[in-house]
């Protein structure tokens, strides 16, 4: 059986060096990741694929925050189970605002890959970017 903390921390170190591929790798194929409903950008939901988790969430996040995903402990559950618990800390790119917020991603992982990533986050935490401006054709 694979090492699952280790599964775990391959995903973590793609964050760190916003490997996309990386990413990619360290998915399931049928990947569902469920994010904490008042997350900003309206990110919270479940989202099904890793392009989908890429795109509508994981993007979004670094393309507003200058953030760092630090997973700072690993609990293996189980034969499937990981627990990291870290924090997120950053900064709003348009404002300079700092964020701090703890979190906890159950992660199940299957076949040397994660197929489903529960976040858990304060998202009282997390500052939300100012919207985009409008122009004439609506909001860009």
Excluded: C
């Excluded at 995903?69 to 997120?88: T, W």
């Amino acid at each position: 059986m694979p090492d699952q903390t280790a599964t775990a921390r391959r995903l973590y170190e793609a964050f760190a060096s916003r490997d996309l591929e990386g990413l990619r790798d360290a998915l399931a194929d049928d990947f569902v990741g469920q994010v904490s409903d008042g997350m900003p950008l309206a990110l919270g939901g479940e989202h099904t694929g890793p392009e989908a988790m890429i795109r509508d969430v994981w993007r979004k996040v670094f393309e507003s925050y200058e953030m760092h995903v630090d997973a700072e402990r690993f609990y293996p559950s189980g034969d499937d189970h990981v627990v990291a618990v870290g924090h997120y800390r950053g900064t709003v790119r348009a404002s300079g605002q700092p964020i701090e917020a703890a979190f906890a991603h159950i992660l199940t992982i299957r076949d040397g890959r994660i197929a489903h990533l529960r976040q858990i986050t304060d998202t009282g935490s997390w500052a939300t970017p100012p919207s985009r401006p409008q122009t004439e054709e609506g909001p860009r």
